[in-house]
């Protein structure tokens, strides 16, 4: 089968992953998008990188803020993240959820865990842009379970 993009989506939409809202903060307010394009990448540095479609507001805000954070969604947290996937106002996004601003960047309350970055790189590469964060802050719920998005659904763990 060529490798075309709708093709390359469907394959790798079998690639299990996570959900996360990236966040920063800017002179407007706060920014954020839904991703699943989210990657660990150093530990020596502790290093993470997230992919960030060309057309998104939320780029241009980032590359300003100099900051984000990546907050891992928990199940349940479906309507949040199509929330953050839409093109509604950003000021609407933020009303859809309660946050404090921690290390400098908006943290989500009760997301299942969530990483403050300092901007390193901002990396194009065909029709997204690659950021590199080094992390500065970070926690986790441990006892949480994560939202999971599988073949262009939201899912989540099912145990045997
Ligand atoms: C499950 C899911 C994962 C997504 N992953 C990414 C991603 O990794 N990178 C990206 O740029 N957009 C991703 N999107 C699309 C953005 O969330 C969406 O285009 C968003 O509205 C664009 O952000 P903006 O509001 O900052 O313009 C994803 C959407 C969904 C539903």
């Known amino acids: 089968m060529p490798a075309e993009p709708h093709r390359f989506r469907e394959v790798m939409g079998h690639f299990a992953t996570g959900v996360?809202?990236?966040t920063c903060d800017g002179s407007d307010g706060p920014s954020?998008?839904?991703t699943s394009a989210v990657c660990s990448l150093s530990l020596d540095p502790v290093l993470l990188l997230v992919c960030l479609d060309e057309t998104s507001r939320t780029l241009p805000a980032l590359a300003a803020a100099g900051r984000?954070?990546?907050n891992l969604l928990r199940e349940g947290q479906e309507p949040l993240a199509a929330t953050f996937a839409s093109k509604?106002?950003?000021r609407e996004k933020f009303e859809a959820v309660t946050h404090t601003v921690a290390d400098g960047v908006p943290v989500l309350d009760d997301a299942l865990a969530w990483l403050a970055c300092e901007l390193r790189e901002l990396l194009p590469r065909?029709?997204?842009t690659i950021a590199i964060g080094e992390v500065t802050a970070l926690d986790a719920d441990?006892?949480?379970?994560p939202?999971?998005?599988h073949r262009g659904s939201f899912t989540g763990l099912h145990y045997g």
């Open 32 to 34: 954020g998008l839904t």
């Open 68 to 70: 984000f954070a990546v």
């Open 147 to 149: 939202l999971l998005y």
């Open 20 to 22: 996360a809202v990236v």
């Open 88 to 90: 509604v106002l950003m």
């Open 126 to 128: 065909g029709d997204h």
């Open 142 to 145: 441990p006892g949480g379970r």
